[in-house]
């Protein structure tokens, strides 16, 4: 098992921002891409962001590109995902994900946290 949990999740307006963070096994920090992805309720999982072992960086969409901004520290095992000017429409479950392969597919991720919840205000 590759254990991963998120947090910084919470209650924002619209237009704040977060910093969700990821933490990791070193094991798996530096064998894994990592990805985030989002489930509101009824919903279906979907991609948010992932980012490579070499740093590479992969969005759902160019306005998510916009205002989602992924990283890792190699130093913390720690991914992030910094959201900028929320919507409403961001309110979901943030889960954390490990896989081998940088694809949108949640179903090629092979690792996962619990999840964060976030909840964008109007």
């Known amino acids: 098992q590759v254990p991963l949990v998120e947090s910084g999740g919470g209650l924002v307006q619209a237009g704040g921002s977060l910093r969700l963070s990821c933490a990791a096994s070193?094991?798996?920090?530096?064998?894994?891409?990592m990805g985030w992805f989002r489930q509101a309720p009824g919903k279906e999982r979907e991609f948010v962001a992932a980012?490579?072992?070499?740093?590479?960086?992969?969005y759902s969409s160019d306005p998510v590109k916009g205002r989602f901004t992924v990283s890792r520290d190699t130093a913390k095992n720690t991914m992030y995902l910094q959201i900028d000017s929320l919507k409403p429409e961001d309110t979901a479950v943030y889960y954390c994900?490990?896989?081998?392969?940088?694809?949108?597919?949640?179903?090629?991720?092979?690792?996962w946290g619990q999840g964060t919840q976030v909840t964008v205000s109007s």
């Open positions: 070193g094991r798996a920090f530096s064998a894994y891409v």
């Open positions: 980012i490579s072992l070499s740093g590479s960086r992969l």
């Open positions: 994900a490990a896989g081998r392969t940088q694809v949108m597919d949640p179903k090629r991720f092979d690792y």
